[in-house]
């Protein structure tokens, strides 16, 4: 098992700062601001919130579905499969603006989005992080599946508060976490003076490369995004 985890914390800890971070946001929005856009194309705040309570969903789902293994993704190889520009993004952007929009009442969304990444959380803080489950047709460890839950979430903290300048944060841990998975695409740290929040902006297409960075990257440069 990969293990891109900060100042030596568990997967469960790195899940729980990440999803607390986030879920920080979406307590203080109202049905105005879930309107206002995000970093994901076509994408308005409720959207962005729906797509992440789909993902908090399934990791719930993931961590009690037990695989006998053996792993064939773990939390760097997982993204391998998640490219840019792909029929199922795009799919999968028109789902959930739709699905968000049968919400009349955003309170019911937020509150939902909110219960259930507390439900995951708690099932991953009693979840042995070496045991086998299943998820999107993939086996990975309890623990490397938290650290690619926390890695989504902490992204997408990123989109949503493009339009929310006095929104709390991601969590400094869960940012770590994500440059650690980053540098394991990569296959090297990257060679450049980022910060945690720039390097998951650029790193994954939400930012684009000035020519100073292209080189600084030589060759690698072509291969960013790294996933979308």
């Known amino acids: 098992m990969t293990e891109p985890y900060a100042d030596g914390e568990k997967p469960g800890q790195v899940l729980r700062h990440a999803y607390e971070a986030f879920a920080a946001v979406v307590t203080g929005l109202d049905a ?34 037990p695989s006998s293994g053996p792993a064939d993704r773990d939390a760097v190889t997982y993204w391998r499969d998640w490219r840019p520009d792909s029929v199922g ?25 909110l219960e259930t990444a507390a439900a995951t959380v708690t099932a991953a803080a009693v979840a042995d992080p070496a045991r086998h489950v299943a998820t999107q047709g993939h086996v990975l460890t309890a623990g490397d599946l938290m650290t690619t839950l926390a890695m989504e979430a902490t992204i997408h903290h990123l ?49 684009p490369l000035t020519e100073a960075e292209r080189q600084a990257l030589g060759t690698d440069a072509a291969r960013l995004p790294l996933f979308g």
């Open 159 to 207: 989109d949503l508060t493009t339009e929310l300048p006095a929104a709390p944060g991601p969590s400094p841990s869960a940012l770590s976490s994500v440059r650690s998975a980053l540098d394991g695409l990569l296959g090297r740290s990257v060679p450049l003076a980022w910060d945690d929040e720039y390097y998951a902006r650029a790193a994954t297409g939400r930012v």
């Open 32 to 65: 105005e601001e879930s309107w206002l856009p995000t970093g994901c194309v076509g994408w308005a705040v409720r959207d962005l919130i729906f797509h992440c309570l789909g993902d908090a969903q399934r990791g719930l789902v993931a961590l009690h579905t």
């Open 89 to 113: 993004a795009a799919n999968g952007r028109r789902w959930a603006r739709v699905s968000a929009g049968m919400f009349l009442d955003f309170d019911q969304l937020r509150d939902l989005y």
